[in-house]
């Protein structure tokens, strides 16, 4: 195994803050132009899928995708999950690049891999994988544009493997960052902090509004060294603001765990009280929070070793089709989920991670009429730290997540039905 480069992360070592004298590097990314075809493999990146096209007449696999099958020129192809073993056949080292982003980055090291699915593909290279011939894993993950990359990984992890450049520009694990909670005073709040420092976040800023109501969980989160309680509304402009006037330029990490959830149809109760109460947190809030603390992210995107990285969401499967006992609701975090797109767009030049978690139910007081399976909040929190750590765009944590977006991808129109039976 080759040593640790300068400036990476070794096991168990902080890292070293930058000097606020010198002047932050402008963020680059990777050419993002892409193939309708392409765009393909970006979906399944995504989702973290090693997916190739398959052709459902002759059977081929191919590589890169095409609109026809090489083979039989069929247009009938599908993405199809794939085998992530592969053979390293020949590599090479780039010394030079002529894009600004790889120009940064080299040297680095590139190789032809035969896929065990049988198409060939050219990979970037962990610095531990084992040198041609040899055997590798191959992964597909998404890019600092976010765009599907193919990386070749050691057949077995290594100590401080993450550590590698090649995946700290691919994911965004939370170790020796500093993230914010939105709010924390709940129990998805405080497991979710409590998951970030097992993960090795070295600070965690626990978000919290009303300082009136007492909550239990907060007051377990204030006797943890690494966690700072910080008053935040984002229901309130002014608080927001003062919050990242405070911290916006240390967060490598956000996310927004603030939730307005009153459960009912749209017919039972009179007003517009409670609809607007779940807009004012779950859409404008997160939209008060994107125009004050998306400026510094972008700035610090290119801060090495550890930068500014992502941005997580956690909105609701409720977003894809609407749940009529949740009406208002649910059409609160569809509207968050559409802005969440647009954040993404805005991000996407700076090389920041936006992801969008899509629970079912949770476990809360908000669903207790909703019978189980439900969500725990330990489960949502470490799926939040799995999308992290593996640079994912799209979670679906959950038995009836995965239900349900398969069968919304299936037929939207069908499940509407179904919800509003």
């Known amino acids: 195994m080759s040593a640790s480069p300068p400036g990476s992360l070794g096991s168990g070592q902080r890292a070293k803050r930058r000097n606020p004298l010198v002047p932050l590097k402008p963020p680059s990314v990777p050419p993002s132009g892409r193939s309708r075809a392409a765009q393909g493999l970006t979906a399944a990146a995504a989702l973290g899928i090693l997916a190739l096209q398959r052709c459902e007449d002759c059977g081929a696999v191919q590589y890169p995708p095409r609109d026809a099958c090489v083979q039989c020129l069929s247009a009938k192809l599908r993405w199809r999950p794939m085998r992530v073993g592969g053979e390293l056949l020949s590599e090479t080292l780039i010394r030079h690049g002529q894009e600004l982003f790889f120009r940064h980055r080299a040297p680095f090291r590139a190789g032809l891999v035969r896929l065990d699915d049988g198409p060939s593909a050219i990979v970037a290279l962990h610095r531990d994988c084992e040198p041609a011939p040899s055997r590798l894993r191959v992964r597909l993950v998404l890019d600092k544009a976010g765009q599907a990359l193919m990386i070749g990984l050691p057949e077995k992890d290594t100590p401080d493997m993450a550590d590698d450049s090649l995946i700290r520009d691919t994911t965004c694990a939370p170790r020796a960052r500093k993230v914010l909670i939105t709010d924390a005073k709940t129990k998805l709040g405080r497991t979710m902090v409590e998951a970030l420092l097992a993960a090795g976040a070295e600070l965690v800023w626990a978000g919290f509004a009303a300082p009136w109501k007492p909550s239990p969980h907060l007051d377990a989160l204030g006797a943890l060294e690494p966690v700072t309680l910080v008053p935040l509304d984002v229901s309130d402009e002014t608080s927001v603001r003062e919050l990242a006037g405070s911290i916006g330029g240390k967060v490598d990490i956000l996310i927004n765990t603030a939730e307005y959830h009153r459960p009912g149809t749209i017919s039972s109760r009179p007003g517009v009280e409670t609809a607007r109460a779940e807009m004012e947190v779950n859409y404008f809030g997160l939209l008060r929070l994107t125009q004050a603390f998306s400026p510094a992210l972008k700035a610090r995107a290119a801060d090495a070793p550890v930068s500014s990285t992502a941005w997580v969401n956690i909105l609701s499967t409720r977003a894809l089709s609407n749940d009529p006992a949740h009406g208002t609701f649910s059409a609160s975090k569809a509207a968050a989920f559409s802005l969440t797109q647009a954040l993404r767009a805005d991000l996407q030049a700076s090389g920041i991670r936006v992801i969008n978690v899509f629970p079912g139910p949770i476990e809360d007081e908000w669903n207790a009429l909703v019978p189980p399976p439900k969500l725990s909040p330990a489960a ?32 939207p129109k069908a499940l509407e039905r179904e919800l509003s039976g």
């Open 380 to 411: 949502l929190a470490k799926a939040v730290v799995d999308a992290l750590e593996r640079g994912l765009e799209d979670v679906y944590p959950g038995e009836i997540a995965k239900d349900l977006i398969a069968r919304f991808l299936e037929n």
